[in-house]
């Protein structure tokens, strides 16, 4: 098979043609968006797939003129490019070992078009934010893949991915109505405009002839032809869509509908625009298990007839993978053989989902193959979560359980939906025959789709040989014996290229192979995708799984966590701190010194801690944990961590002092020359002194207020944070508001003896002094011990960090602030809510603490406009790194800025330190959701006198 990539000109030529690339580069992207050094490029070597390859030069775009004169350039210079968005590609399609192309993160822009009818998205949106847009219109995007949490448009349109309710019907290919895309050469046509358009027909009229000549010689083919019609009766994302050449006349339609699945390999996809389908306000699951695959399968053709959104199929195996999950519905044993299916049901209305409901109970528990209810229809939303979580912990659970040092392997094919059952069984026994013990079966039942995954290692030759073996038993079976398909809906890459021919023959491989040329003639475009001519390539560049600590071994490097880490625009995410260290034990040693020097900072110093990753993780890792490890290590003895912990009063009081003179100073000398000062002095001394701006405060002013005796009782501790940085200049301090909100409430606040002498320790953990923080924890529980009577009353804590830090304390009650306001102060209050719009910021103690209820549910009671930009999960100031490392927050909260609304003037959070940042990056003050509650409350003793 031939290719056409820089790949096969003469070494002497090749390297002209980098100069020059490298050269070239220079004039079109600053600095900053050229990724040179070895650790960062090593840490972009790899995907959510096994496979792996050191791109020589990582490029960031930010714009459409950039990214078409980098293909320009490209393109002049033979010089190979892969596109990658979030590198979730489960077929080794987003890795290069040339230059890798990323998206900044400019690439958000969407327009709800038509009342939500359609939507038009960039290429850097992750799917579920564009169903969050949608949802206001009851309307989503057709493609729903299991990381549509994660997975970003441009890779779910290039991969063509579909998902648990997508189908073949509403897929990219499908419901795009329009799209934006440039080719090799740097041209770009918009098909929504008409002016684009007429440009395009005239400069590339060659290209759109020559797609023409080969979408009437393919229909003049009439075995290929069917051949291709029914491959598109299934899922298939195997080679390019030949079904385009089929279903459209227009060139230009078939070349826009080629790019959907094309994996990069023919186009940039710089938009595109979606017809939503409509999201069903009725909604009920059930679990069904069936004695064997034959009988489950059996019923889905009437399921379908039914139109049941969504039927997921699951083996014996995979039921038992997850036993800790099902047992809450089905304590019972799962026997060998048996299968279930998860089914989904939505309808207009409650009146129509009962009747369907109905249907549904004779289809499946009458007659001789009657299923076993292991949870009937439910419209409990909890329930119908549980429910969907057994499902979507397939994939991790077999993770969890693998040896260090192998990988997870999740390959996807379809069978005619007739013959189901009959494949499946076959792909267990060849499990059998390969020794693939742990092996499941799970998949989309209505589309004959099924997910096999299992774990392998490629340490020896007779562990590759033991993969290849079974996948060459895996196409003969699916191609030759079915007629099936042999990617689904993850996309050729590079695993399947090799066996293109066994799915598509001579002639649709030639027909593909003329579609890249007259595409891509250079073939620049992410080669050895798609199109290989090596028959082994599923075999080559395999990643490497070494041990690195058992906090992170699992780690499958699926990218899960990424959208939920604050450094990952700024220098790596947790997958990319895992996968750096675990390459790099395979570089020379010279690489190997360098990756350890920048490791430092690139994983170490300049990762938040707050272990929000985990929270997204399929396998539960918290990297911040490892990290936190890591400190320790590097830590060693610290003669000023000692004697902070042992002098905390006085290193708060010379804190708070310098916070107010610095303040004072600004206030003579003006702010800005105070901030650039800071700045300076920063640099200077190499990030040891801490930056200033006008959001941060002056020192806390530590006056414990007067209050009023109850019976009811709770203590009041106040955190570093709010001892340390003082309320805003026109409000009261924390302490003051907190006891007059409580005495509304009919609650006496006792405030500890010594509180500015205390602390929860968590400063001294997260810099790697454990032995400081446990000393400083232990004071702490001494004195909260006494002040609430050994645990009698209620402890309060004014910032969520500190009081995830304590949560578990033994013998003593320990809340949030906001949770002990939901719970015990709102039902004594009268409340009358805010209209104004309010920003809201759960922090990432809150999520870990109970998935940010408590101060969701306050802001929701406090104000009826509540806005919280969901693509900001973690603030990035963690704990001090906002001043001493302000990159960091400025890179999380890079686009809150722009979330918010018109004459929005105030923000509301629960951690002092986060808030401050928040300030500065929003340019609303934001302050403790108790200043909120306190203004929009009476004592009830007034509402009773009304």
Same mark, same amino acid.
């Given at each position: 098979?031939?290719?056409?990539?820089?790949?096969?000109?003469?070494?002497?030529?090749?390297?002209?043609?980098?100069?020059?690339?490298?050269?070239?580069?220079?004039?079109?992207?600053?600095?900053?968006?050229?990724?040179?050094?070895?650790?960062?490029?090593?840490?972009?070597?790899?995907?959510?797939?096994?496979?792996?390859?050191?791109?020589?030069?990582?490029?960031?775009?930010?714009?459409?003129?950039?990214?078409?004169?980098?293909?320009?350039?490209?393109?002049?210079?033979?010089?190979?490019?892969?596109?990658?968005?979030?590198?979730?590609?489960?077929?080794?399609?987003?890795?290069?070992?040339?230059?890798?192309?990323?998206?900044?993160?400019?690439?958000?822009?969407?327009?709800?078009?038509?009342?939500?009818?359609?939507?038009?998205?960039?290429?850097?949106?992750?799917?579920?934010?564009?169903?969050?847009?949608?949802?206001?219109?009851?309307?989503?995007?057709?493609?729903?893949?299991?990381?549509?949490?994660?997975?970003?448009?441009?890779?779910?349109?290039?991969?063509?991915?579909?998902?648990?309710?997508?189908?073949?019907?509403?897929?990219? %290919?499908?419901?795009?109505? @329009?799209?934006?895309?440039?080719?090799?050469?740097?041209?770009?046509? *918009?098909?929504?405009?008409?002016?684009?358009?007429?440009?395009?027909?005239?400069?590339?009229?060659?290209?759109?002839?020559?797609?023409?000549?080969?979408?009437?010689?393919? !229909?003049? *083919? +009439?075995?290929?032809?069917? &051949? #291709?019609?029914?491959?598109?009766?299934?899922?298939?994302?195997?080679? %390019?869509?030949?079904?385009?050449?089929?279903?459209? +006349?227009?060139?230009?339609?078939?070349?826009?509908?080629?790019?959907?699945?094309?994996?990069?390999?023919?186009?940039?996809?710089?938009?595109?625009? %979606?017809?939503?389908?409509?999201?069903?306000?009725?909604?009920?699951?059930?679990?069904?298990?069936?004695?064997?695959?034959?009988?489950?399968?059996?019923?889905?053709?009437?399921?379908?007839?039914?139109?049941?959104?969504?039927?997921?199929?699951?083996?014996?195996?995979?039921?038992?993978?997850?036993?800790?999950?099902?047992?809450?519905?089905?304590?019972?044993?799962?026997?060998?053989?048996?299968?279930?299916?998860?089914?989904?049901?939505?309808?207009?209305?409650?009146?129509?989902?009962?009747?369907?409901?109905?249907?549904?109970?004779?289809?499946?528990?009458?007659?001789?193959?009657?299923?076993?209810?292991?949870?009937?229809?439910?419209? @409990?939303?909890?329930?119908?979560?549980?429910?969907?979580?057994?499902?979507?912990?397939?994939?991790?659970? #077999?993770?969890?359980?693998?040896?260090?040092?192998?990988?997870?392997?999740?390959?996807?094919?379809?069978?005619?939906?007739?013959?189901?059952?009959?494949?499946?069984?076959?792909?267990?026994?060849?499990?059998?025959?390969?020794?693939?013990?742990?092996?499941?079966?799970?998949?989309?039942?209505?589309?004959?789709?099924?997910?096999?995954?299992?774990?392998?290692?490629?340490?020896?030759?007779?562990?590759?040989?033991?993969?290849?073996?079974?996948?060459?038993?895996?196409?003969?079976?699916?191609?030759?014996?079915?007629?099936?398909?042999?990617?689904?809906?993850?996309?050729?890459?590079?695993?399947?290229?090799?066996?293109?021919?066994?799915?598509?023959? /001579?002639?649709?491989?030639?027909?593909?192979?003329?579609?890249?040329?007259?595409?891509?003639?250079?073939?620049?475009?992410?080669?050895?995708?798609?199109?290989?001519?090596?028959?082994?390539?599923?075999?080559?560049?395999?990643?490497?799984?070494?041990?690195? @600590?058992?906090? #992170?071994?699992?780690?499958?490097?699926?990218?899960?966590?990424?959208?939920?880490?604050?450094?990952?625009?700024?220098?790596?995410?947790?997958?990319?701190?895992?996968?750096?260290?675990?390459?790099?034990?395979?570089?020379?040693?010279?690489?190997?010194?360098?990756?350890?020097? $920048?490791?430092?900072?690139?994983?170490?110093?300049?990762?938040?801690?707050?272990?929000?990753?985990?929270?997204?993780?399929?396998?539960?890792?918290?990297?911040?944990?490892?990290?936190?490890?890591?400190?320790?290590?590097?830590?060693?003895?610290?003669?000023?961590?000692?004697?902070?912990?042992?002098?905390?009063?006085?290193?708060?009081?010379?804190?708070?002092?310098?916070?107010? $003179?610095?303040?004072?100073?600004?206030?003579?000398?003006?702010?800005?020359?105070? /901030?650039?000062?800071?700045?300076?002095?920063?640099?200077?001394?190499? !990030?040891?002194?801490?930056?200033?701006?006008?959001?941060?405060?002056?020192?806390?002013?530590?006056?414990?207020?007067?209050?009023?005796?109850?019976? @009811?009782?709770? #203590?009041?501790?106040?955190?570093?944070?709010?001892?340390?940085?003082?309320?805003?200049?026109?409000?009261?301090?924390?302490?003051?508001?907190?006891?007059?909100?409580?005495?509304?409430?009919?609650?006496?606040?006792?405030?500890?003896?010594?509180?500015?002498?205390?602390?929860?320790?968590?400063?001294?953990?997260?810099?790697?002094?454990?032995?400081?923080?446990?000393?400083?924890? &232990?004071?702490?529980?001494?004195?909260?011990?006494?002040?609430?009577?050994?645990?009698?009353?209620?402890?309060?804590?004014?910032?969520?960090?500190?009081?995830?830090?304590?949560?578990?304390?033994?013998?003593?009650?320990?809340?949030?602030?906001?949770? %002990?306001?939901?719970?015990?102060?709102?039902?004594?209050?009268?409340?009358?809510?805010?209209?104004?719009?309010?920003?809201?910021?759960?922090?990432?103690?809150?999520?870990?603490?109970?998935?940010?209820?408590?101060?969701?549910?306050?802001?929701?009671?406090?104000?009826?406009?509540?806005?919280?930009?969901?693509?900001?999960?973690?603030?990035?100031?963690?704990?001090?790194?906002?001043?001493?490392?302000?990159?960091?927050?400025?890179?999380?909260?890079?686009?809150?800025?722009?979330?918010?609304?018109?004459?929005?003037?105030?923000?509301?959070?629960?951690?002092?330190?986060?808030?401050?940042?928040?300030?500065?990056?929003?340019?609303?003050?934001?302050?403790?959701?108790?200043?909120?509650?306190?203004?929009?409350?009476?004592?009830?003793?007034?509402?009773?006198?009304?």
């Amino acid at each position: 098979m031939a290719t056409h990539s820089s790949i096969s000109s003469k070494p002497s030529t090749r390297k002209r043609g980098w100069e020059n690339f490298l050269n070239g580069i220079k004039s079109i992207l600053p600095d900053s968006g050229i990724i040179t050094d070895v650790s960062r490029r090593v840490a972009f070597s790899t995907d959510a797939s096994f496979y792996h390859k050191v791109p020589k030069l990582v490029l960031q775009i930010e714009t459409l003129a950039q990214m078409q004169a980098v293909l320009r350039l490209a393109q002049a210079t033979k010089t190979a490019v892969t596109f990658r968005a979030a590198g979730t590609s489960l077929s080794g399609q987003a890795i290069s070992d040339s230059v890798l192309i990323l998206l900044s993160p400019h690439w958000q822009q969407a327009e709800i078009l038509e009342n939500g009818d359609r939507i038009s998205l960039q290429p850097g949106i992750i799917g579920a934010k564009a169903n969050r847009l949608l949802a206001p219109f009851g309307r989503k995007i057709g493609p729903d893949p299991a990381s549509i949490n994660t997975c970003k448009i441009g890779g779910i349109a290039a991969n063509n991915a579909s998902g648990m309710c997508c189908g073949v019907k509403h897929n990219s %290919y499908h419901t795009m109505t @329009d799209i934006c895309f440039t080719l090799a050469d740097g041209a770009t046509i *918009d098909t929504a405009d008409p002016g684009s358009v007429n440009t395009f027909r005239k400069s590339h009229a060659a290209l759109l002839s020559a797609l023409s000549a080969i979408a009437a010689n393919l !229909r003049k *083919d +009439e075995v290929l032809s069917e &051949q #291709v019609r029914h491959q598109y009766r299934l899922k298939n994302t195997m080679g %390019y869509g030949l079904n385009a050449l089929l279903d459209y +006349e227009d060139p230009l339609d078939i070349l826009s509908h080629l790019l959907i699945g094309s994996e990069g390999t023919l186009g940039f996809i710089a938009n595109i625009t %979606y017809r939503t389908i409509p999201v069903l306000p009725s909604r009920a699951t059930g679990l069904y298990l069936f004695r064997n695959l034959k009988d489950a399968c059996a019923v889905i053709p009437a399921l379908q007839q039914l139109n049941v959104e969504a039927v997921e199929l699951m083996d014996s195996r995979a039921l038992n993978s997850v036993a800790s999950l099902l047992h809450a519905f089905y304590p019972h044993a799962i026997e060998n053989g048996a299968a279930a299916l998860l089914i989904d049901v939505g309808e207009q209305s409650e009146e129509l989902l009962t009747t369907q409901l109905k249907q549904l109970a004779k289809v499946l528990c009458e007659g001789a193959n009657a299923a076993k209810a292991m949870c009937e229809f439910t419209r @409990d939303p909890l329930a119908i979560e549980a429910l969907w979580r057994i499902r979507k912990g397939l994939f991790p659970a #077999v993770g969890a359980v693998r040896e260090t040092g192998t990988t997870v392997i999740i390959e996807d094919v379809a069978f005619p939906l007739a013959q189901l059952a009959e494949g499946v069984s076959a792909l267990t026994k060849l499990f059998e025959r390969h020794g693939y013990d742990e092996a499941i079966i799970f998949g989309h039942a209505l589309d004959g789709n099924v997910h096999f995954v299992f774990t392998q290692g490629f340490e020896t030759a007779n562990d590759i040989a033991r993969y290849d073996n079974f996948m060459q038993d895996v196409v003969k079976l699916v191609t030759g014996q079915f007629d099936g398909t042999l990617k689904a809906e993850h996309g050729t890459g590079r695993n399947m290229a090799p066996f293109l021919y066994a799915q598509w023959g /001579e002639a649709g491989v030639a027909i593909m192979q003329k579609i890249k040329k007259v595409i891509d003639p250079a073939g620049i475009l992410n080669p050895g995708v798609i199109i290989n001519a090596d028959n082994q390539a599923h075999l080559q560049h395999l990643k490497a799984m070494p041990a690195v @600590d058992p906090i #992170v071994d699992k780690c499958i490097e699926c990218g899960f966590c990424e959208p939920q880490c604050p450094s990952l625009n700024f220098t790596l995410s947790p997958r990319q701190r895992i996968a750096l260290r675990r390459r790099q034990q395979h570089m020379p040693v010279a690489s190997r010194q360098e990756i350890d020097n $920048a490791f430092n900072f690139l994983g170490i110093e300049s990762c938040a801690a707050t272990g929000l990753c985990a929270t997204t993780c399929p396998v539960g890792i918290d990297t911040g944990k490892w990290v936190k490890k890591l400190r320790v290590e590097l830590a060693g003895s610290d003669s000023v961590a000692t004697q902070t912990s042992r002098f905390l009063s006085p290193s708060l009081a010379i804190g708070r002092f310098t916070l107010s $003179a610095v303040k004072q100073a600004a206030n003579w000398l003006q702010p800005e020359t105070v /901030e650039r000062a800071s700045f300076k002095l920063h640099r200077w001394t190499q !990030r040891k002194t801490p930056i200033w701006y006008q959001d941060i405060p002056a020192g806390a002013k530590i006056r414990t207020p007067p209050g009023q005796p109850f019976s @009811d009782k709770a #203590v009041f501790f106040s955190t570093c944070p709010n001892r340390l940085f003082g309320a805003d200049e026109d409000s009261s301090s924390m302490m003051t508001v907190v006891s007059r909100l409580l005495n509304k409430a009919g609650i006496e606040v006792i405030f500890p003896d010594n509180m500015d002498s205390t602390c929860c320790g968590q400063p001294w953990e997260t810099k790697g002094f454990p032995d400081q923080a446990n000393a400083r924890r &232990q004071n702490w529980y001494k004195q909260l011990a006494s002040a609430s009577e050994n645990g009698k009353w209620p402890i309060i804590l004014d910032a969520s960090p500190c009081a995830l830090q304590l949560k578990d304390t033994p013998d003593l009650n320990i809340y949030e602030l906001s949770e %002990y306001l939901l719970e015990y102060v709102v039902p004594r209050v009268q409340i009358h809510p805010s209209s104004e719009s309010i920003m809201l910021h759960t922090t990432c103690s809150s999520t870990h603490l109970d998935k940010g209820y408590a101060i969701q549910q306050l802001a929701s009671l406090c104000c009826t406009h509540i806005v919280q930009p969901e693509e900001i999960t973690c603030c990035g100031f963690a704990g001090d790194k906002g001043l001493l490392l302000p990159e960091l927050n400025a890179s999380a909260l890079a686009s809150l800025r722009q979330s918010v609304p018109h004459l929005c003037n105030r923000g509301i959070s629960n951690s002092r330190t986060c808030e401050i940042g928040l300030s500065h990056h929003s340019g609303v003050p934001y302050h403790h959701i108790v200043y909120l509650l306190d203004e929009v409350s009476k004592p009830r003793s007034f509402a009773d006198k009304e």
